[in-house]
């Protein structure tokens, strides 16, 4: 059981659509050039994140097997990064939601307790990131209407 959701959380991260992304580049503006840069971000500490889960899954017993990237991610070549960066979120939201629930289910094992709650901490982490670079912050919305007037 630990290791179907060990092998969930290793295909949900390093099949992620912010790795995707990094794969295919999408178009950014040189306004959003920290955007991207965060996306940058997020996919490393996925990649690292997969080898951790791969680890873990090995030691288990098991085969990691990251599985192929989603065929629905292939829309979104040649797309903004502006409307790629939602898609990226409600994805995390997604894994962050099944990293969660897990953790109630899993009290028993203290050393897989340990590895989900920095998956969720990391993933929370990596939300918050891109939600700031995406959206700006309360007072960068403010500044920027009180500019325009």
Request: overall charge negative; hydrophobic content about 40%.
């Amino acid at each position: 059981m630990a290791i179907t959701l060990l092998q969930m959380l290793l295909n949900r991260t390093a099949r992620s659509l912010a790795c995707y992304s990094v794969h295919v580049r999408p178009w950014v503006s040189y306004r959003r050039e920290g955007l991207w840069q965060v996306i940058e971000e997020i996919a490393s500490r996925h990649r690292e994140l997969s080898i951790r889960l791969s680890e873990e899954i090995v030691r288990r017993g098991g085969i990691p097997n990251p599985g192929g990237f989603p065929p629905a991610n292939a829309g979104y070549h040649d797309l903004a990064i502006e409307y790629i960066a939602p898609k990226i979120i409600s994805e995390l939201e997604k894994t962050l939601n099944a990293v969660k629930q897990a953790l109630c289910n899993y009290h028993d094992d203290s050393k897989l307790r340990e590895l989900l709650q920095q998956i969720a901490d990391e993933f929370t982490a990596e939300l918050e990131s891109l939600q700031e670079s995406l959206y700006g912050t309360e007072s960068d919305n403010h500044s920027n209407h009180s500019a325009a007037a």
